[in-house]
């Protein structure tokens, strides 16, 4: 079985930053991708930044680049999303995915952490 766990969560003011991080763990052979995805409140889940594993290319949705950076700990299987000059829009559930190879090479989803931006 493989999990991916997601923290960092929170309440934070306009303006502010914060760092979510996704680990997966369990019977994994490899990690392909690792992105974020969000979903607002009566809106569809979308793209918000993935990186592959071995090369670390980077793909950010319009509305987050400049002021979102993904990266990763190859190591401890981790992907992180520092969120900066955040804005009440992007308050959303952040999901963490990530395509992984154990027997078979499976999309996973993790169960979302609630990022509430709010003066």
């Known amino acids: 079985q493989v999990q991916l766990v997601e923290s960092g969560g929170g309440l934070v003011q306009p303006g502010g930053s914060l760092r979510l991080s996704c680990a997966a763990s369990?019977?994994?052979?490899?990690?392909?991708?690792m992105g974020w995805y969000r979903q607002a409140p009566g809106k569809q889940r979308e793209l918000v930044a993935t990186?592959?594993?071995?090369?670390?290319?980077?793909n950010y949705a319009e509305s987050v680049k400049g002021r979102f950076t993904i990266s990763r700990d190859n190591a401890k299987n981790t992907v992180y999303l520092q969120m900066g000059s955040l804005k009440p829009e992007d308050t959303a559930v952040y999901y963490c995915?990530?395509?992984?190879?154990?027997?078979?090479?499976?999309?996973?989803w993790g169960k979302g952490t609630l990022v509430t931006v709010s003066s």
């Open positions: 995915n990530a395509r992984i190879v154990a027997l078979t090479t499976t999309n996973y």
């Open positions: 369990g019977s994994i052979l490899s990690i392909n991708l």
């Open positions: 990186m592959t594993i071995s090369g670390g290319r980077t």
